[in-house]
């Protein structure tokens, strides 16, 4: 399998629900980022977590970085409809700026 | 908020036309890179740059392509004689730094081969 995986692939929640997604990667990394993509548009940065970090917070974002298990998961707190989009995320490894996406997880926010 | 901009947001080209895809990185940033999206796909790293020079380039970025900073603010991808699997979105993106930086990426220039 490849460096930065999604599942679920898609998701479908009612509105004010949560959405969690999960990232799994296979080679130590340097930094994790989550990125949303509108259909279309382009990338949107949402969180960075260094590797030296568990857990960080934006608003209603939680993002968890777990490199024993070399995962990461995004929690998306009281789903709004426009928080309907793709998620990725995207790995950096090494003293490089390179990022690795994985095949996104498409999220509808149903009213 | 600073933002990178690209220009086209889409261009359609004959199939072996060159094409020059422009953007305009965040004003105090120093690194730079292009990206591409075929449709439906991932997102592929295609080359980064720093200081006027090529610091990492993928398989992707054969001497199809190239990337020039002209002036003190544009950074453009050339391809040259474009095939029909070149179509795809392509991002620019910067950073203020390597390793660990935010990456900010613009909204993409749609290119389609005809």
């Known amino acids: 399998s490849q460096q930065g995986e999604e599942d679920p692939q898609a998701l479908s929640i009612q509105e004010g629900e949560n959405a969690t997604m999960n990232c799994s990667y296979k080679?130590?990394?340097?930094?994790l980022q989550w990125y949303r993509q509108n259909s279309g548009r382009g990338l949107v940065h949402l969180i960075l977590?260094?590797?030296?970090?568990r857990e960080k917070h934006s608003g209603r974002l939680r993002v968890t970085l777990d490199t024993s298990k070399k995962s990461s998961s995004l929690l998306i707190t009281a789903s709004r409809a426009a928080d309907t989009a793709s998620y990725f995320c995207?790995?950096?490894?090494?003293?490089?700026?390179?990022?690795?996406f994985g095949t996104g997880t498409q999220l509808k926010v149903e009213l | 908020e600073p933002e990178v901009t690209q220009t086209p947001s889409h261009q359609v080209t004959q199939m072996g036309q060159e094409v020059i895809l422009r953007c305009v990185p965040i004003?105090?940033?120093?690194?730079f890179y292009w990206y591409r999206q075929i449709l439906g796909q991932k997102v592929e790293f295609l080359v980064s740059?720093?200081?006027?020079?090529?610091?990492?380039k993928s398989e992707i970025f054969d001497d199809q392509f190239s990337v020039e900073r002209p002036d003190g603010s544009n950074f453009t991808l050339k391809i040259r004689s474009t095939k029909l699997e070149d179509s795809a979105m392509y991002f620019c993106?910067?950073?203020?730094?390597?390793?660990?930086?935010?990456?900010?990426f613009g909204e993409g220039s749609w290119l389609t081969v005809v």
């Open positions: 993106a910067s950073s203020e730094q390597q390793g660990g930086n935010t990456i900010y």
């Open positions: 995207a790995t950096a490894t090494g003293g490089g700026n390179k990022l690795t």
């Open positions: 977590i260094r590797s030296n970090e």
């Open positions: 740059f720093y200081n006027n020079e090529i610091s990492e």
């Open positions: 080679t130590s990394i340097n930094n």
């Open positions: 004003s105090n940033h120093l690194y």
